[in-house]
């Protein structure tokens, strides 16, 4: 019988020095991605059905972001903070999307709050190189949880995944990222062209 108080008292002070090492992983989380004003970066998007893309990422606070998509996927995103446009233009095809269908929106806002009310954690992974959290939302309707990844030294997003619609798994990484860049807001601007502004290097 001492050895089982012994066994549950040690796992209870484990227990709660785990809680509270989480609590301040996600301090630190919700920290970082609340100082990003701005940042740039390369990405990749993998989907589970075999699509791949690459491009440029522009991010602005609040709310605004771009993505230009490298040939051959001739696709433009554009957000200015009120609606976001997908422009397909092989198509000439343009489609407006609310910022509450996606839940990639979550890293465009300027007061991120993971305090398990509107925004919950599903999932929580940590070892010594990155830090995996999937979040998922209380009044989510349709929409699907998002998994952030982060490095761990320096803390940086690495990778978002998020499942569409459609039950496709779609992960962005980021590369060459560029942190509070100098962002003209003409470029969250929609504007018809023929081909997305993004020239592979």
Do not use: C
């Not at 609340?34 to 990405?43: G, H, L, R, V, Y």
């Not at 903070?81 to 997908?86: A, E, L, S, T």
């Amino acid at each position: 019988m001492k050895k089982l108080f012994a066994f549950l008292a040690l796992f209870l002070i484990w227990s709660n020095a785990a809680g509270a090492q989480s609590a301040e992983n996600i301090k630190k989380i919700e920290d970082y991605l609340n100082n990003i004003k701005s940042m740039e970066a390369t990405f990749v998007q993998m989907a589970s059905n075999g699509a791949t893309a690459e491009g440029r990422l522009f991010i602005k606070k609040p709310n605004k972001i771009r993505m230009e998509y490298a040939d051959p996927t001739n696709v433009l995103i554009v957000g200015d903070g009120d609606f976001i446009v997908y422009n397909d233009l092989d198509l000439d095809q343009v489609t407006h999307i609310s910022y509450d269908d996606i839940p990639a929106s979550l890293i465009l806002a300027s007061d991120i709050k993971i305090d398990g009310k509107r925004i919950k954690i599903a999932d929580f992974y940590q070892d010594a190189g990155s830090t995996t959290i999937t979040l998922d939302y209380a009044d989510k309707g349709d929409l699907g949880p998002i998994t952030l990844v982060f490095s761990n030294s320096p803390m940086e997003l690495k990778q978002w995944k998020i499942v569409d619609p459609q039950s496709v798994e779609v992960t962005v990484s980021l590369y060459d990222i560029e942190k509070d860049s100098a962002l003209n807001d003409k470029i969250f601007k929609f504007k018809k062209a023929r081909n997305n502004g993004y020239k592979k290097k």
